[in-house]
């Protein structure tokens, strides 16, 4: 079994910062991706960046230059720190990893149960 557990989410004014972490326990033989996802009410869920077990990075192109994803592999997490904020980043955010378990099964998608952010005067 795999857990992930998501810490950093609240309210913040527009303009503030937060940084969400999390981090994946159990029965873990290697993690590729690391990542976050965000899904605002009514709307679907959304990449909003990813890092890979060599460093290569992605990002959603409204958070590019305010958030910053970074990874420690040898404690399998990975944080998102969040400046200027903006109302429209309000969302429950999901931590995401793909990772296996085992030296002989393929990789499998694991979850968070998702941290809220909300960003409001």
């Known amino acids: 079994q795999v857990q992930l557990v998501e810490s950093g989410g609240g309210l913040v004014q527009p303009g503030g910062s937060l940084r969400l972490s999390c981090a994946a326990s159990?029965?873990?033989?290697?993690?590729?991706?690391m990542g976050w996802y965000r899904q605002a009410p009514g709307k679907q869920r959304e990449l909003v960046a990813r890092?890979?077990?060599?460093?290569?990075?992605n990002y959603l192109d409204s958070v590019k230059g305010r958030f910053t994803i970074s990874r420690d592999n040898a404690k399998n997490t990975v944080h998102l720190q969040m400046n200027g904020l903006k109302p429209e980043d309000t969302a429950v955010y999901y931590c995401?990893?793909?990772?296996?378990?085992?030296?002989?099964?393929?990789?499998?998608?694991?979850w968070g149960q998702g941290t809220q952010v909300t960003v409001s005067s």
């Open positions: 995401y990893t793909n990772l296996r378990t085992t030296s002989w099964n393929g990789a499998t998608d694991y």
């Open positions: 159990g029965s873990i033989f290697s993690v590729y991706l």
């Open positions: 890092i890979t077990n060599s460093g290569n990075i």
